[in-house]
């Protein structure tokens, strides 16, 4: 019998990506998006979730660093990876080790360059203009104990005009993670 794959997708804002990702799968016999798990009560993609039947647990700051509470939701849920969409926080060193290689998050430029703490949305498109660099792109990373630092996955880049904006910036890395965040993600599973 087919084993079914279960994925908990960490998201803290809009959610455009973890929605993405849960239509890309909802039709998947093998890989399931079980559970939505939010730090932040007023995020929309709350709502997006809600929208496509996903169960969603919003937890605190406490729930995660100070207590099993996320841990014991996910090991209830028979969670086998870990996907950041938009996901603010460090995660905490439990789950990293509970989870080693089993946790994805994407970043918004092509790491090592404007990664690290407050490296998010917008700020990494200003920096990447403000620097005068040619290309951004995605890249999409297994998470360790320090932000956007564990090892590549995979890059997709993308040219930066002349007269680039950090919103036209952010539309062309939009479509990069749209098109390719579920596949990899796909992937990662099938070697687990």
């Known amino acids: 019998m087919l084993k079914i794959k279960n994925i908990a997708v960490f998201a803290s804002g809009s959610g455009s990506n973890a929605e993405n990702i849960i239509k890309y799968f909802e039709n998947n016999e093998s890989i399931n998006v079980k559970m939505l798990l939010c730090n932040l009560p007023t995020a929309y993609v709350l709502r997006r979730a809600s929208n496509l039947n996903i169960p969603s647990v919003i937890f605190s700051r406490n729930d995660l660093y ?3 509470n996320v841990i014991d939701k996910l090991l209830y849920n028979k969670i086998d990876l870990i996907v950041l969409a938009g996901f603010l926080w460090l995660v905490p060193e439990n789950i990293i080790r509970l989870y080693k290689n089993r946790i994805v998050n994407i970043h918004p430029a092509l790491l090592p360059d404007y990664g690290g703490r407050g490296m998010y949305g917008d700020n990494v498109h200003k920096a990447v203009i403000a620097d005068g660099k040619k290309e951004s792109g995605i890249t999409i990373h297994y998470v360790n104990e320090n932000y956007d630092d564990g090892a590549i996955i995979f890059q997709a880049k993308c040219k930066v005009a002349d007269i680039e904006t950090p919103e036209s910036l952010a539309a062309k890395i939009h ?18």
């Open 66 to 68: 100070k207590s099993n």
């Open 175 to 192: 479509a990069l993670e749209y098109e390719y965040y579920p596949k990899i993600i796909e992937s990662v599973l099938m070697r687990l």
